[in-house]
């Protein structure tokens, strides 16, 4: 089994309170999930302002198609235009010893 992994940091300098951020990151994740049926979370950066870490894992035995969808994410969180990215982290992963090969 392959695991793709990406995080995104984000910097939303517009973001006065944790409502207006969350605002933003649900508007994210919600355009993402309806387009693509992948799931987004915050995993870092919940307590701050204008800060926010986005993550996405992609499982499957197809190394292309796992990448090809994890980066159609990080497409979609740039294309939303709602802060800075900052960093953008990639990885793939083999998890067990059969299906697929990196």
């Given amino acids: 089994m392959l695991i ?12 006065h309170s944790l409502k207006e951020k969350r ?3 649900r508007k994210i994740k919600d355009r993402i ?8 979370a915050e995993v ?6 204008q800060r926010a870490v986005l993550g996405c894992a992609v499982v499957g035995s197809d190394r ?8 159609d994410v990080v497409r979609g969180i740039e294309a939303a ?7 953008v982290a990639r990885d793939l992963l083999v998890f067990g010893g059969e299906g697929g090969s990196p």
């Avoid at 793709?4 to 973001?15: K, M, N």
């Fill in 4 to 15: 793709a992994v990406a995080q995104v940091t984000l910097v939303i300098q517009h973001s």
């Fill in 23 to 25: 605002a933003v990151i």
């Fill in 33 to 40: 999930e309806a387009r693509l049926k992948v799931r987004v």
């Fill in 44 to 49: 870092g950066g919940q307590d701050t302002w």
């Fill in 64 to 71: 292309r198609t796992i990448e090809s969808v994890r980066d």
């Fill in 81 to 87: 235009d709602a802060g800075e990215i900052v960093d």
